[in-house]
Structure formats: C-alpha cells, structure tokens
C-alpha cells in the first residue's frame, strides 16, 4: 500500500533561515504532488502544486521540487518568519480527487 | 477564492446522542465533498467521499452507520455522527474542489471539534 513519510521531528529554526521540509512516498508514482499549510484547530490551505514534469516550483518564499526517481518532495521556506510557524502536509492523490496525506511537519520559527 | 464552512467549530456532546456537522461550499459548486478526522499530531484520514445526489462512499474501517453522510444538494454536505461515544472525540473536517480537472487543490473547511463526554 501507499505510504507517505514527511520528516518525523519537528522542525526549529532561526528567523531568516531557510527551512527544508521533506516528503518521501513509496508503492505510488503520482502525476504531482500537493503542499498545504496548517494551523492548530484549523483546516489545511493549500499551498502549491507541483507536477512530475516539473522539476521545481515557485510562489514568493516558497519553494517546491519534485524527484520522481527518489520519490521524494522537498519544500522550502526561505527567509522564514515566526509566522510561517505551522504544520505543513504534503498530499499526494488518489482516485477521483480524494488525496492521501502525510504525517505532517511542525515548523517553529524562533525570533 | 473558494471558501468552504464548517459548522459548528467546536461541539460537546452526551454519550449515546447524535451530533450534525455541515460542510458548505460557499461561492461554488462542489458535487463532492471529503470527510476527514484527524487526531492530535496526526495527519488527515479520509472518511467517506460524499457525493451529490447518490450515496457517499466510506473508506475501509468507517462505520457507514454511525457516520452518516448526506450531500443534498451541490452546497451542502452533513455528517451526523449517530449515538456519540467518547471515542469518536476528535476534530472532523470536510474538503472540496471547485474544478472538475484532476489536480484541482481541496479547499477545506475549518474543522469541527467534537467533545463526546
């Protein structure tokens, strides 16, 4: 079966560092791969997509790519701010749009 | 942009009674709707795909009966949970893509936190 593993810890770094996120899937070759944000007691909002053409993608800070050889997404953060501090999912999908989603990483993004 | 509501946010409830979660999608049209639930530090499980007008389809493992699914109409998708118990405490959220193209992003609601004391 499919399984999705993002990076166990969670994640803390300093104010204006780069934060690197990771998203690893096996048994799956999806056609692309999704990014959401969430905050506590909230529903996730979608951030970015990325498809398997695609090597890289870009939106302001963010930062998305996409090895299908190594099964692994990589999403990053540059100059990160204390409000980027939340849990970010990757999702990867399944049949008639429903998604399979990650574990999740909790960033902090220490002043 | 699109927006899906959830209500209500928060709940509390008595074992034994039922409780009703509406997920609407507000300025768009969504012939599916997700339901997921979510315990704390853990990701998204997908409950049941509802679907307008038809049946909703419930992943392996949900009990079609006490997760009830109603998608009425092209707006408004309800989950009921029947005869609550303290297990089924947890953060309920449903989801909704307002394309038809296959890698539409889900727009979420923001979630329903149910208390079955």
């Known amino acids: 079966s499919q399984k999705i593993e993002q990076n166990s810890e969670a994640l803390n770094i300093q104010e204006g560092k780069t934060a690197t996120l990771t998203c690893n899937y096996t048994?799956?070759?999806?056609?692309?791969l999704q990014w959401y944000r969430q905050d506590p007691g909230r529903g996730p909002v979608f951030l970015l997509l990325?498809?398997?053409?695609?090597k890289e993608k870009r939106k302001e800070r963010l930062k998305v790519t996409f090895d299908t050889t190594l099964k692994q997404s990589l999403f990053h953060i540059t100059a990160s701010q204390p409000a980027d501090s939340a849990t970010y999912l990757c999702?990867?999908?399944?049949?008639?749009?429903?998604?399979?989603f990650g574990t999740g990483t909790s960033l902090t993004v220490i002043p | 942009g699109a927006v899906v509501s959830q209500h209500p946010s928060r709940v509390i409830c008595k074992s034994g009674t039922s409780v009703k979660i509406e997920c609407r999608s507000l300025?768009?049209?969504?012939?599916?709707m997700f339901w997921y639930r979510q315990f704390p530090k853990q990701s998204l499980m997908l409950m049941a795909t509802?679907?307008?007008?038809?049946?909703?389809?419930?992943e392996q493992g949900v009990e079609k009966d006490k997760f009830l699914i109603n998608h009425a109409s092209l707006t408004l998708s309800t989950l009921t949970v029947t005869s609550a118990h303290p297990e089924d405490s947890s953060f309920y959220i449903c989801?909704?893509?307002?394309?038809?193209?296959?890698?539409?992003?889900?727009?979420f609601g923001n979630g329903t936190r149910l208390t079955v004391t």
């Open positions: 509802s679907n307008e007008g038809s049946k909703a389809t419930y």
């Open positions: 300025d768009f049209q969504a012939t599916t």
């Open positions: 990325i498809r398997e053409n695609e």
């Open positions: 989801s909704a893509s307002q394309g038809s193209s296959y890698n539409s992003p889900l727009h």
């Open positions: 999702a990867l999908p399944n049949t008639g749009n429903q998604f399979y």
């Open positions: 048994n799956y070759s999806p056609a692309y």
